[in-house]
């Protein structure tokens, strides 16, 4: 299938890098998504293929869903084919329309093991900063960055329902929390079909903490409200990439319980939200009592005219306003904070992909020499019809077998302790990805305040304009603060659990080793 | 400094592989004795270079003797310069005439590093089976293996001293074992000088336990009682080779220390033999009580003509005639015996070495890693301005300087474990490499035999003459068969508590790090 894709800025090609000269707005075809380090290979219209910067271009999402669209006058006319000749069509076609896009290369999602998590690219849903990039554009009115001057000016009120407030907080600006946290269990995953078998799905059970009540939902269900939720919030928010569609699994369980395990990361992080858990079309993904409800509010979602950086009117932060001078420099401290725990999270994952390779490989393989050299001395010394043999060869065949039986364990281990590790920072690694995103909205906003004075000068605002838009800018600056804490309180929990976890397992697969090599240690005789 | 080498055996060298080929006879130049996996690189006369098998060539110890006196001749211009100039030499010129031929070429000896353990060539002196093959050589009337005619066809019944009685033991045929075992404690090394100061060496104090008083003993001392010992038993014993000349150290302690560790463990398995600890010449280096009795021991050990196969003659089995059939069996056995525990080591000594190399390499940089990552993580999370960040931060310091900490302890591992399992290791692969020669004296006695027969048809020996052989291979069985039993016993022994010290060891290890990754985790905050 074809991936066909929009060229967002000029790029020039360094000769000899095999890569692609592209102009914007020019249309490319990706012809390899998985080279990694940021890059993609895509052909222009002329044929020349080559490489271009994964963020310099949109992927066209549009192309794949006319793409459904045939495939289901295929699975049609293989239907008619089916009633005529009466053959029966297995499930070698169940085609899911959200894996319609997934090509499954044989790369494993259990081991970190290729190049793109290292590289941070694919594993994240066309790249942290690209997801962002591409939703904004959707915004009515900006062709790039979100402006932020359609806020700016406005004297809106917040309505009573749709009303964010910021309160202070022990640790300063914070959102509303409710009294009771969002939760809610994804599981059950089932194989559901449609178009006469021809084409499977699978439904995750998702069921809320609040009404202990299931709703069945897909991935695609899942797409559709990451998009509702960065159209609306992402000029607030950080909305963090749901897993990518790009994941791949050896086998179709690995993959849904991958899938599975990553959507219910995603969502465990929506409910803890206190305002995205609390709007209206998050309710509505984990509440709907019908199909009729949830079609009626998905229409209504849709249709949310407070989106983009509209979503600061409805913010009431009950503070003092800020000057523009505490503006920026708290901007600036974000800004340098999530860049500094990005690079220290890609290090993690760095760090821990290594370490994850070695011992599923290199450390295996030496374990198991180590047993095999022990057992071949120990089969030797059976050899030797010496007749006071027997207790050290059974012994030292014990330790050949439990130096085996180490390697199995290391070999193991990091699906029990890495994995969460590596999970946990991969998550915070799409999060972190859209931090420059939502600061960059705050940072076109501090310009246009500080254009401020010369436009007035201008004639073009008034005195009384400016004003609104210093207190505006104030607002939006609480709106940041009130996110970053939550980031902060929600990452201080997390790595705090993470650390805990990971070294509780850590000292396990040292103490099982430990006692491991003493029972076999006890199997030689005393001198 | 050139070393020489003569073929032993012609060698054909394979096309496209850089080897050379030589005839037997030939001298070449080694021009790399460093190459690993048996070989060495070598020069012809006609200047040609290329790999030649360690097996196929005996260096030219003559040589190196030379040098000696040519560097005899430096110390004394030296000496005279010295005298002239008023200038003080320091320890700068610290040769020890037993360090004359060791090049410290900055390998060391800690940590198994350089190829040449690997490969089993240079660690043991001149390589096992060279080494034996030199000595042997060395027997009067003898070209390569000694003859064992001259024992077979003698009457010669020994005397009560020099008696070797072997009994029936619980295990089979046994050396008369001591009352009280013989062991020494090498130890205490000190420097000499000689030659004005210009010249050093270091001498060891050597304390048997029979007597409790220490004698001193330089290295060329053990060089002299260990070519003693091959001379008069290595047709029936393995004599082991001394720690290799040419081990050296990046620092002179590790040299003398490793030396030292080496001499220990060669004194004490010597000591262990009830044959050769029981002999005047090894008696005369533990025992002797001034310069003059060492002196005129060390010529009377020179001259003793009870050398080569004719320490036969001395073995007296107080048991039944074997005949030759059975003597072959057990030959066999032995021969296949020693054959597979010789490769079985040498496989454990790789995976050891290999082992040594990952805990010391990557590994150690990878727990390095871990801990930076954390720590990395720690100070960026500590720049937040969070108020509730501190007992996070200095969890997660705590970690990284633990991992930090466990970096170095797998490094440091191996010295504490490994180390003492590849020396172990290494003694027995140089025992083992002695086998073949010692028993290749065995089956010579044993064609001699089966062509007895024939030889008596022909009138060259009498019936009587026969039968006379078939005793005396009878005894020499007796002789393989008491030291095959001493092996296996002190084998058993070596590897009982070689492997109980290692696993010990290993446990100490991973409950070391289980307890210090349970400390940092007790520094988290309990959720």
Chains 1, 2 share one sequence.
């Not at 062709?143 to 907080?169: F, W």
Request: aromatic share 10%; proline share 4%; with cysteine.
């Amino acid at each position: 299938m074809a991936v066909k894709a929009q060229v967002l800025y000029d790029f020039t090609a360094e000769p000899g890098n095999n890569e692609l000269t592209v102009k914007e707005g020019e249309i490319l075809t990706v012809t390899n998504q998985n080279v990694g380090g940021g890059w993609v290979e895509a052909q222009n219209s002329r044929g020349t293929v080559g490489l271009v910067p994964e963020d310099y271009i949109e992927v066209k999402t549009i192309l794949i869903i006319s793409f459904v669209f045939d495939l289901t006058s295929l699975y049609r006319a293989l239907d008619e084919i089916r009633k005529l000749c009466g053959i029966i069509f297995s499930s070698v076609y169940s085609f899911d329309e959200e894996w319609d896009d997934d090509s499954d290369d044989g790369k494993s999602t259990g081991g970190y093991g290729g190049s793109q998590v290292e590289e941070g690219g694919t594993m994240q849903r066309a790249g942290g900063h690209s997801t962002m990039k591409l939703s904004l554009n959707k915004f009515p009115g900006f062709s790039k960055t979100p402006n932020p001057e359609v806020y700016l000016l406005t004297k809106h009120i917040a309505k009573g329902d749709e009303r964010l407030p910021i309160y202070t907080g022990e640790v300063g600006p914070v959102w509303l929390y409710p009294q009771t946290q969002l939760d809610c269990v994804v599981a059950d995953p089932k194989k559901g079909s449609k178009m006469y078998g021809l084409k499977s799905y699978i439904e995750y059970q998702v069921t809320p903490n609040t009404t202990n009540r299931p709703v069945n939902h897909r991935y695609k269900h899942f797409d559709w409200l990451y998009e509702r939720l960065v159209e609306k919030f992402a000029c607030a928010l950080p909305i963090p990439c749901l897993p990518d569609k790009q994941v791949t699994g050896r086998f179709e369980e690995e993959f849904i319980k991958m899938r599975m395990e990553r959507l219910q990361g995603w969502m465990s992080r929506m409910c803890r939200h206190p305002v995205i858990s609390n709007s209206e079309v998050f309710q509505l993904f984990l509440n709907y009592r019908d199909e009729k409800e949830w079609k009626l509010g998905k229409r209504r979602a849709e249709k949310d005219e407070i989106v983009g950086v509209k979503i600061f009117s409805n913010i009431d932060p009950e503070l003092p306003e800020l000057d523009p001078a505490q503006v920026e420099q708290k901007y600036e401290m974000y800004s340098q904070f999530t860049r500094s725990m990005d690079n220290s999270v890609k290090e993690l994952l760095a760090v821990g992909h290594l370490h994850w390779k070695r011992c599923t490989g290199p450390l295996q393989k030496e374990y198991r020499q180590i047993g095999k050299a022990f057992q071949n001395l120990s089969s030797v010394f059976n050899t030797s019809a010496y007749p006071r043999e027997s207790t050290l060869t059974e012994a030292l065949t014990a330790t050949g077998k439990t130096y085996e039986e180490i390697a199995e364990i290391v070999a193991e281990q990091p699906k029990k302790d890495l994995h969460f590790l590596m999970e946990t920072n991969l998550e915070y690694k799409g999060l972190l990805g859209c931090f420059p995103d939502t600061i960059t909205v705050h940072k076109a906003a501090i310009d246009k305040v500080k254009e401020a004075d010369h436009v007035v000068v201008m004639n073009k605002i008034s005195q009384q304009d400016k004003l609104i838009m210093e207190k505006n800018l104030s607002t939006m600056s609480y709106a940041l603060q009130a996110e970053m804490n939550h980031f902060h309180s929600n990452r201080i929990y997390d790595y705090n659990r993470l650390m805990q976890f990971y070294l509780e397992e850590q000292v396990k697969f040292y103490e099982t080793i430990a006692e491991k090599l003493k029972k076999t240690l006890g199997q030689y005789t005393t001198m």
